[in-house]
């Protein structure tokens, strides 16, 4: 069974980082592009960032773009998503999804979620 499990979520001020980490199990990771989504309380889910199976195409909202970098570490079957300069919009529960590319994400296999919480 598939198997996602995000962690390095938690609560930090404005302008703070975080480094969230998505470990994968009972799938060939080097086959799946990766990437984050999240859902804040009340909105639609949304994509974060993504990233195709050898690491050389990422992919980002306009709002993350020169604040998030997503990278993967294929021998460790991990996808990262670093945050810099956090702002409270950016408060979500934070979800690694994998599938075949990038453009098929949404229908892939999800982790359980992460919540990033940024105060003012």
């Known amino acids: 069974q598939v198997q996602l499990v995000e962690s390095g979520g938690g609560s930090v001020q404005a302008g703070g980082s975080l480094r969230l980490s998505c470990v994968a199990s009972q799938f060939i990771f080097n086959n799946y592009a990766m990437g984050w989504f999240r859902q804040a309380p009340g909105k639609e889910r949304e994509f974060v960032a993504a990233?195709?199976?050898?690491?050389?195409?990422?992919e980002y909202r306009d709002s993350v773009k020169g604040r998030f970098t997503i990278s993967r570490d294929n021998a460790k079957s991990t996808v990262y998503l670093q945050m810099n300069n956090l702002k409270p919009e950016d408060t979500a529960v934070y979800y690694c999804?994998?599938?075949?590319?990038?453009?098929?994400?949404?229908?892939?296999?999800w982790g359980q979620g992460t919540q990033v919480t940024v105060s003012s």
């Open positions: 990233i195709i199976r050898g690491g050389a195409v990422t």
């Open positions: 999804v994998g599938h075949w590319t990038i453009a098929t994400l949404e229908s892939g296999y």
